[in-house]
């Protein structure tokens, strides 16, 4: 697709077309707009199923969107239930393989299981299976990519946007949207700040085998240096997401494969049996980034172009995966009303819609970082008695759930599983 010459006659410039780029063009061209996607990537690479160790929670409601757009199908092989999540709060490593302490918390789908089709709390997806499913999605629906390629600069005028790729190539549309991550060129160019900061943790994350099965229960065990979470696979895997400081984060990257895995077993516990890492283990700096506006005249934000937040609780792909089946929703409406879907009017709804969800949870998920990550008695004693009285009130464990899930407030219609 490098080859392909810029569309000149197209609705929306979506420069990013990851997970969440990539959905809102399936989105858009389900509801009769025509989008085309800029990306860095070789487009014919994300067909690829190569291993990257990443893996995603999708809350329930943003996998209908899946399904709404056709890729249900494709995804359901790869796609782990998540039928229980146990929360601990510990304090050494090695307390996945004690139990539950005095203060816990468990979520089990079967609390609201009135809702259609028995759905789960979530799946766990492998990054590879899901770019593979959208990228296929997306030639198949016949949309453009411009990939590999680059954009140099954008300027927004008061009829369209207008975009210059670094090959000299010009694309012009009435909007363009930055999804191309936390160092967005769109929103760079439409004057948009961003506000935030690093924490001084790593992510280290990794693949495991397990000896026993998973039964689909996800824990999530905070501890001083931060939350360590076992979330089930296909295949009787796991995908770790581990918590550290930098210093000793750095050091598990660059640890030999028989030293991390006597980390690992420490960490970890006996209470899956015995455990194997496969693949690689990557690593990664944490950090909260949040723009200060969602939309400017001719343009808006995406995913981490527009929010980048801790993976504690991972909600950060959710977050764009809504973000796009809102943004969808407003621009068709808005072409089918004969409306100029680049207008400051129609952009704001997108704003408004999103802005407060987006902004609670971002702080949300700071001050949990917060309260969880350290070993003072008196926040643990606080943070604990919490846990306890959430856990033993029904409807707080399932306004919970629920909230997770994505199904909370007035939700797009694909979030409903509903198609444009």
Partial sequence: MAGAPASKDVDVIIAGAGVAGATLALALKQGGLTPVLIDPVEFDAQ?????????WAIAYAC???????????????????????????????????????????RFDSAEIADRADGEPLGYLLENRHVRAALARAVMDAGIEVL??????????????????????????APVAVGA????????AAAGIGAIGWDYPQTGVVATVRLEKPHGGVAHEYFLPGGPFAILPLTGNRASLVWTESRARGAALKAARPEIFQAHLDRRFGDHLGAVRVEGPVFTYPLSLQLAERFT?????????????????????????????????????????????????AVLERYAAWRRFDTVTLSAGMDAFVRLFSNDNPILRLARGAGMAAVNRIGPARRFFMTEAGGAVGDLPRLLKGEAL
Avoid at 47 to 55: I, Q, S, V, Y
Avoid at 147 to 160: H, Q
């Fill in 296 to 344: 400017a005249p001719r343009a808006a934000l995406l995913g981490d172009a527009a929010h980048g937040v801790h993976p504690i609780a991972g909600q950060g792909l959710n977050l764009g995966l809504k973000g796009a089946a809102a943004l969808a929703e407003v621009l068709v409406e808005a072409m089918r009303l004969g409306e100029d879907i680049g207008s400051e």
């Fill in 180 to 187: 191309e991550g936390r160092g967005s060129v769109i929103r």
């Fill in 63 to 105: 996998f209908r969107q899946w399904r709404a757009l056709g890729i249900g199908e494709a995804l359901e092989p790869h796609a782990q239930r998540i039928e229980q999540i146990l929360v601990t709060d510990g304090q050494t490593p090695g307390a996945a393989s004690h139990g539950t302490g005095p203060f816990f918390l």
């Fill in 47 to 55: 067909l690829a199923p190569t291993f990257d160790g990443r893996a």
């Fill in 147 to 172: 990939a590999p390629a680059r954009v140099a600069s954008a300027a927004f005028g008061p009829r369209e946007a207008v975009v210059t790729l670094a090959d000299g190539r010009i694309l012009r």
